[in-house]
């Protein structure tokens, strides 16, 4: 987990964090999530969110009545979210905490989400213990959603960091739907793939070239919001997207 780490420290460190806008932009650019997530959690329900960076999906699920708690192996960022909670009047608490050695007692959650975590995991048997610990924490029925990118994006980033030698990109593991389902049979008989906004990955190698040339942000989302609307292609869905692995525990 070092590596995670590492990276995720110096992505945060260049980023300009802005929560409120990335809380808006759920509803908008969410790549379907926010479907998913209403459809699997209720008002009252007690959620973790492993690896949850900023913070930004436990503060939405909060203004819809369910209570978020936020853990990310990332110190900085964790003060981020927490100082942000503070000023703006959220509940959800934060911690710093290592996804797959969870800091929480069996059958605490009625849910656990996990959204771009384990496909930076450089081995196997993290992403073992850290699904392991996901089951152990929910209860009987909570439901997990993991939600992982398609081929295209760690095909993209290996081409990054293989031309730039390491400089660009960012570490992703190759999933497939067929790799996801077998996540899925591993942790319970009970489970389904969904694939969320085919498109959202094509947009967001152009994002940066945009930015570049000058597109201020409004035009910016427009286009976003068009390629998210793109008809879907059934023979794409094995490369583009997002893959949802849905689990209910048994």
């Known amino acids: 987990m070092k590596e995670v780490k590492e990276d995720w420290s110096s992505i945060y460190r260049r980023e300009k964090i802005n929560i ?5 932009e759920i509803n908008f650019f969410g790549g379907n999530i926010n479907k998913v997530l209403l459809e699997c959690f209720k008002p009252g329900d007690i959620i973790l969110e492993a690896g949850c960076g900023t913070g930004k999906f436990c503060f939405w699920l909060e203004e819809r ?3 978020a708690i936020g853990i990310d192996i990332v110190p900085g960022i964790i003060k981020v979210a927490a100082n ?3 000023d703006a009047g959220f509940q959800s608490p934060f911690m710093v905490g290592d996804v797959s050695k969870l800091p ?3 059958n605490t959650f009625d ?6 975590v384990i496909e930076h995991f450089r081995q196997i048997t993290d992403v ?3 699904l392991n610990e996901a089951k152990r924490v929910l209860k009987q029925g909570g439901k997990m959603v993991i939600v992982v990118p ?3 994006v760690p095909l993209r980033n290996k081409i990054l960091l293989y031309v730039s030698h390491g400089k660009w990109g960012l570490f992703h593991e190759f999933y497939t739907i067929d790799s996801m389902s077998k996540l899925g049979l591993f942790i319970s008989s009970n489970f389904k793939i969904a694939i969320l906004d085919m498109w959202l990955p094509v947009y967001n190698i152009i994002d940066g070239i945009l930015k570049r040339i000058g597109f ?3 035009l910016l989302s427009r286009i976003k919001l068009a390629f998210i609307k793109l008809p879907s292609m059934p023979l794409l869905k094995y490369f583009l997207g997002y893959i949802c692995l849905i689990v209910e525990k048994p």
């Open 20 to 24: 409120k806008k990335e809380i808006e």
């Open 65 to 67: 009545g369910v209570q």
């Open 84 to 86: 942000y909670a503070r």
């Open 104 to 106: 929480f007692r069996d």
């Open 111 to 116: 849910g656990y989400i996990s959204l771009g």
């Open 128 to 130: 073992i213990e850290t």
């Open 150 to 152: 398609n081929i295209f």
């Open 216 to 218: 201020r942000e409004e």
